[in-house]
Nanobody, 123 residues
Framework: QVQLVESGGGLVQSGGSLRLSCVAS?????MGWFRQAPGKEREFVAA????????LYADSVKGRFTISRDSAKNTVYLQMNSLKPEDTAVYYC???????????????????WGQGTQVTVSS
């Protein structure tokens, strides 16, 4: 069983920045960030492997968001710059324990999920 705890959400003006953190209780193959905006389905944001530097990003956040990890701290970060109102959502940290599908954008690949942290971007 892997437990995930997110932090760093909040209220920010358009064009501002936030840094999300996710601490995992155990080592996994990969970590991902997903988000769900009001009235919309959950969507992939970014993912990263623990063992190397491979990353994936949604097209909507490329060039603005950066995912990184600190293996010694079992922590994954999502640095969000140039935030837009459409980035407003609950952001969830997720863990793929085994990596049978490789690095993935698909939510059902991730077995463990955090409680979510709210990000609100005002216009």
């Amino acid at each position: 069983q892997v437990q995930l705890v997110e932090s760093g959400g909040g209220l920010v003006q358009s064009g501002g920045s936030l840094r999300l953190s996710c601490v995992a209780s155990g080592r996994t193959y990969a970590m991902g960030w997903f988000r769900q905006a009001p009235g919309k389905e959950r969507e992939f944001v970014a993912a990263i492997t623990w063992s190397d530097v491979r990353t994936l990003y949604a097209d909507s956040v490329k060039g603005r968001f950066t995912i990184s990890r600190d293996s010694a701290k079992n922590t994954v970060y999502l640095q969000m710059n140039s935030l837009k109102p459409e980035d407003t959502a609950v952001y969830y940290c997720a863990a793929d324990r085994r990596g049978g599908w490789g690095l993935s954008r698909i939510s059902f690949v991730y077995e463990y999920w955090g409680q979510g942290t709210q990000v609100t971007v005002s216009s």
